[in-house]
């Protein structure tokens, strides 16, 4: 499925429906990734690093055992065209139950805004998983 929203488009698994504008939830009964999508401005003069930082801390005040992996190189669309960025897993509690994400961030320059695509199982990410961000990711257009 082509999903279209203001910043490009993915290609995306079928299995998953837009039930708002910027999340893609699987169809009932089946399983696979949520993917959100979201776009917030960076304060003054905030690096992208700085804007992951205080995303995750406002995070850490509303969930427990918060745990962030580390930080790899991540691209948004593919060629010369492609975003720079980077995505990192973060796993934590949320009313009792175990959340585990993957988030890629890039900026959107000279707009001084991150578009932020995170992806959501409620199991731990599986190879299969991972490829699908991948794929994902790198199927965006920029318009």
Do not use: C, W
Request: aromatic share 10%; proline share 6%.
């Amino acid at each position: 499925m082509k999903y279209h929203f203001n910043e490009g488009a993915f290609d995306v698994p079928e299995y998953l429906d837009d039930r708002t504008v910027n999340v893609l939830a699987p169809q009932l009964g089946s399983a696979g990734l949520t993917i959100a999508i979201t776009r917030d401005p960076l304060e003054g003069d905030e690096s992208l690093q700085q804007f992951v930082d205080r995303q995750l801390k406002d995070l850490g005040r509303q969930v427990t055992k918060l745990e962030k992996g580390p930080q790899r190189p991540a691209r948004l669309g593919g060629g010369n065209s492609a975003i720079e960025g980077f995505s990192f897993g973060v796993n934590y509690k949320q009313q009792g139950k175990l959340v585990h994400h993957i988030q890629a961030v890039f900026p959107m320059t000279p707009l001084r805004k991150v578009l932020s695509v995170t992806f959501s199982s409620p199991v731990a990410f599986t190879q299969e998983n991972l490829q699908t961000v991948e794929r994902v990711l790198t199927s965006f257009e920029n318009y």
